[in-house]
T-cell receptor, first 112, second 113 residues
Framework: KNQVEQSPQSLIILEGKNCTLQ??????????LRWYKQDTGRGPVSLTI?????NTKSNGRYTATLDADTKQSSLHITASQLSDSASYIC???????????FGKGNQVVVIP | DTEVTQTPKHLVMGMTNKKSLKCEQH?????MYWYKQKAKKPPELMFV???????INESVPSRFSPECPNSSLLNLHLHALQPEDSALYLC????????????FGEGSRLTVL
């Protein structure tokens, strides 16, 4: 079973609208959680990285939240732009384990 | 410089060819990684180098041979590949293996004919 589950699998939104992506994980003991943006055929680019003590972190129009008690994270995109069309990947790291756990990604398509 | 540079960006090779993918970073990172990514799938870890020594090999077939000549360079030597090895190969680096931020390169798109 995948240790990182993301939903929705894919999402179509109108330009200018907001959206929220979800990430649930079972990785333990938790070290940190990262959100990456990956354009088709390109390498992932880091958006945020959060540790156990951080509840929210912003990077421009991207805001990530973390609830380490319920093992849930969300990525909120505000005022979406066409360039936000990409796959958003949730990645969780465990203490003492060099292998990161990747979610399958949320595929976001922004339409005019 | 926060870049991980991969070359070539695209590679087409036959099953009998020998080729190499290259990765370079100048951030002083001591951990470097190779990932394989198929379309619409998350990256899959192949190899991890820490301080120029192979730390993790995720049971990758021997037709993939990694090499870390120095702390800034990481190569992936390819020989006798199969068509199912066609994928995006991503190199990444981090300061060390303590769980800090992972920086990815743009990837090398490999097609095996």
């Amino acid at each position: 079973k995948n240790q990182v589950e993301q939903s929705p699998q894919s999402l179509i939104i109108l330009e200018g609208k907001n959206c929220t992506l979800q990430c649930n994980y079972t990785v333990s003991p938790f070290s940190n959680l990262r959100w990456y943006k990956q354009d088709t055929g390109r390498g992932p680019v880091s958006l945020t990285i959060m540790t156990f003590s951080e509840n929210t972190k912003s990077n421009g129009r991207y805001t990530a939240t973390l609830d380490a008690d319920t093992k849930q994270s969300s990525l909120h995109i505000t005022a979406s732009q066409l360039s936000d069309s990409a796959s958003y990947i949730c990645v969780v790291s465990a203490y003492g384990n060099n292998r990161l756990a990747f979610g399958k990604g949320n595929q976001v398509v922004v339409i005019p | 410089d926060t870049e991980v540079t991969q070359t070539p960006k695209h590679l087409v090779m036959g099953m009998t060819n020998k080729k190499s993918l290259k990765c370079e970073q100048h951030m002083g990172h001591r951990a470097m990684y190779w990932y394989k990514q198929k379309a619409k799938k998350p990256p899959e870890l192949m190899f991890v180098y820490s301080y120029e020594k192979l730390s993790i090999n995720e049971s990758v077939p021997s037709r993939f041979s990694p090499e870390c000549p120095n702390s800034s360079l990481l190569n992936l030597h390819l020989h006798a590949l199969q068509p199912e090895d066609s994928a995006l190969y991503l190199c990444a680096s981090s300061l060390d293996l303590s769980g800090g931020e992972l920086f990815f390169g743009e990837g090398s798109r490999l097609t095996v004919l």
